[in-house]
């Protein structure tokens, strides 16, 4: 079946370095990927997505790149704030597959 | 304007109850989710209902029980709770089941079974 791999964490940073949170998926077909967000005590926000592959996704500062041939989306930042600390999840939607299978979540905390 | 609407954001209970937590959605999608998060933050689906028809069924036991009275409304009725059943559920509604749809999902609601 389809399942997703994140990186563990939690990951602590200072503000402004560079952010890295690896994912990798197995699916069958074309899945769509996507990257979650869940700021504390709230739902869940889409962060970006891409739907074939090497599409980039982006958005307020992050980009995931779809890789098919390494199954990868990795998430990346180039500089954090503290704003950016939340759980983020990296989640896979398959061709017929009609609900989002998602990684186990990887804490950001940026200090300042 | 709330996209996806929860109630109630809270709730505690004592085991053997029955409790409900409703979900609507005023995007006009066509499909919508019940996810369950546990203490760890794993996010896994429950339900998805697709123009008020059952589209996934994932194994979910049977005191756990969906309901659709129209495509805005997705409700969840647990009876007879446990002490597993804490955690903090998601309603999430998308366009329609396509694969490439954005799911938007509510706030949650945190359940907590005493």
Request: proline share 4%.
């Amino acid at each position: 079946g389809d399942s997703v791999t994140q990186m563990e964490g939690p990951v602590t940073l200072s503000e402004e370095a560079f952010l890295t949170i690896n994912c990798t998926y197995t699916a069958t077909g074309y899945p769509s990927l996507f990257w979650y967000v869940q700021y504390p005590g709230e739902g869940l926000q889409l962060l970006l997505k891409a739907t074939k592959a090497d599409d980039k996704g982006s958005n307020k500062g992050f980009e995931a790149t779809y890789r098919k041939e390494t199954t990868s989306f990795h998430l990346e930042k180039g500089s954090v704030q503290v704003s950016d600390s939340a759980v983020y999840f990296c989640a896979l939607r398959g061709g017929s597959n009609y609900k989002l299978t998602f990684g186990k979540g990887t804490l950001l905390t940026v200090n300042p | 304007d709330t996209a996806v609407s929860q109630t109630p954001k809270y709730l505690v209970t004592q085991m053997g109850n029955d409790k409900s937590i409703k979900c609507e959605q005023n995007l006009g999608h066509d499909t919508m989710y019940w996810y369950k998060q546990d203490s760890k933050k794993f996010l896994k689906i429950m339900f998805s209902y697709n123009n008020k028809e059952l589209i996934i069924n994932e194994t979910v036991p049977n005191r756990f029980s969906p309901k659709s009275p129209d495509k805005a409304h997705l409700n969840l009725h647990i009876n007879s709770l446990e002490l597993g059943d804490s955690a903090v559920y998601f309603c999430a509604s998308s366009q329609d089941a396509d694969s490439t749809d954005t799911q938007y999902f509510g706030p949650g609601t945190r359940l907590t079974v005493l």
